[in-house]
């Protein structure tokens, strides 16, 4: 069993050290927040006063945070992560943060001898609860070895995506599919509407035809069609449009600094931000279709 320190507490971060904790692990955590760390203590963990103190000795260290700056200052500021792990120290950062800032962190790591790896994941709260989420891992295939076991112990998935910074390069690609599919079935719905095209057989036809997709048939975006969808539920998250925002933006500024064409990613963007800037922020993406017409 290894001692972990675990820093980045949040809605993510504490089930799955809880789960490190359940595996057997000395968990020894970090938050800014003094309720996150009381909620660690309760579940066998360990307080630390800082993040130095958490990290001093770590043989593994697992953060998990809102994005680039705040990795990099956990990881890079002085009496932090790499002055304090353990010689040789596993570094896993499962945040979601830019292309970029995650190589930069990684090559950092690398020449103070610290083996790292990018493992976003996807999967949500649920996921993270219940250990089953996704992990996408960017690092060298030691680095990859040497993680594997505890990302099994966090998650049902684990799939190593090639060097450095891909975790998050596969990460910020996928939602941006994401993001433009939710907006395409929105819009097909909205056009349906205004053609009397009932929704529930264009969700008969196209979940069984070439526009099959999983916006359309796990997370349909208009009440009825999937039940279990947040249209149902007023479209309470889920997955909120705040996050997919972020996601997408994070796309956007790999798109810009590696000179890739998503002039479609670049829409989706632009029209999540809308919708959020009228304060839709905090509901499901899929209510985008109210944006589109089609609720
Ligand atoms: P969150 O805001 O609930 O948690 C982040 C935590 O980091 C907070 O508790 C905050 O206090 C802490 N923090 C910030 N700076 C710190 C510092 N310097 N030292 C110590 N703690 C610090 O966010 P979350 O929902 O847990 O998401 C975490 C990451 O996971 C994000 O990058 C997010 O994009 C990604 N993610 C979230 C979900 C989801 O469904 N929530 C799904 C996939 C990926």
Not at 62 to 84: C, I, K, Q, S, W
Not at 132 to 159: C, H, I, N, W
Not at 236 to 248: N, Y
Request: net charge negative; hydrophobic share 50%.
């Amino acid at each position: 069993m290894s001692r972990i320190a675990f820093i980045g507490l949040g809605n993510m971060g504490l089930p799955m050290a809880r789960n490190l904790l359940k595996a057997g692990h000395t968990v020894v955590g970090f938050d800014l927040a003094p309720q996150s760390l009381a909620a660690l203590a309760e579940a066998g963990g360990v307080i630390a006063g800082s993040v130095g103190d958490a990290a001093s000795g770590a043989e593994v260290v697992v953060t998990m945070l809102p994005a680039g700056r705040h990795v990099r200052g956990v990881y890079e500021d002085a009496g932090n992560v790499f002055d304090t792990a353990a010689p040789a120290a596993l570094l896993i950062d499962s945040s979601t943060i830019d292309v970029d800032s995650a190589r930069a962190v990684a090559a950092a790591a690398a020449a103070r001898g610290f083996a790292m790896v990018d493992a976003p994941v996807s999967g949500g709260t649920g996921g993270a609860a219940a250990g089953t989420l996704t992990f996408m891992v960017g690092g060298s295939d030691e680095a990859m070895e040497r993680a594997r076991p505890y990302l099994s112990q966090m998650g049902k998935t684990v799939v190593h995506t090639g060097g450095p910074g891909t975790g998050q390069a596969a990460k910020i690609c996928n939602n941006m599919i994401l993001g433009i599919s939710m907006i395409a079935v929105s819009e097909a719905f909205a056009l349906a509407d205004k053609l009397g095209l009932d929704r529930q057989k264009l969700f008969d036809v196209s979940s069984t035809s070439s526009g099959q997709c999983w916006s359309l048939t796990t997370y349909c975006p208009v009440p009825g069609p999937v039940p279990t969808s947040p249209a149902n539920r007023d479209y309470a998250p889920g997955f909120a449009v705040d996050m997919m925002l972020k996601d997408l933006k994070l796309a956007q500024a790999a798109a810009a600094s590696s000179g890739a064409a998503t002039p479609l990613g670049a829409s989706a963007a632009a029209l999540y931000a809308l919708f959020a800037a009228a304060g839709n922020g905090h509901l499901d993406f899929s209510a985008i279709v109210k944006m589109l017409g089609g609720s």
